[in-house]
């Protein structure tokens, strides 16, 4: 990857990913190698320390996938939520686990199964939880 801005981690996130990439099946291996990737990058810092511009999770957000040319807002979500989530993206899906940490401006280049690649941007948080004060969510 010839991309990959500095993340932070909000660290109750990092811990329940942690336990999610655990727990991984086989099928979700290529995911949960990237996502623990990050994870292992990332600046891990407490809830309250999260920068109202960072993507942590249950945030809404607005992102570009600059290979399709294609804008999308979602909520990146664990995957029990997906259900009652409407514009839910899990983490454990391949663009998903590329959000996690990324501020407001930043540009990734993203692997993706099958030697497929993706160049995210994130344009906008819509709703973050700490922003909100939601610490534990």
């Known amino acids: 990857m010839s991309s990959r801005p500095p993340i932070l981690i909000n660290r109750l ?29 990332g600046e891990v810092v407490d809830p309250d320390k999260v920068p109202a511009d960072v993507v942590s999770m249950n945030s809404q957000v607005q992102f570009t996938d600059l290979t399709r040319n294609r804008q999308m807002t979602r909520t990146l979500v664990y995957p029990h939520s997906l259900a009652t989530t409407e514009d839910g993206l899990s983490v454990m899906a391949p663009i998903g686990a590329g959000l996690i940490g990324l501020r407001i401006g930043d540009e990734i280049d993203w692997p993706l199964p099958g030697d497929g690649k993706a160049r995210l941007r994130i344009d906008a948080i819509l709703w973050q939880p700490e922003r909100e004060g939601q610490f534990h969510r």
């Not at 329940?16 to 990237?34: P, T």
């Open 13 to 41: 996130d990092a811990e329940r990913l942690q336990r999610l990439i655990d727990q991984a099946s086989e099928k979700d291996r290529f995911v949960a190698d990237c996502l623990e990737a990050e994870l292992e990058r």
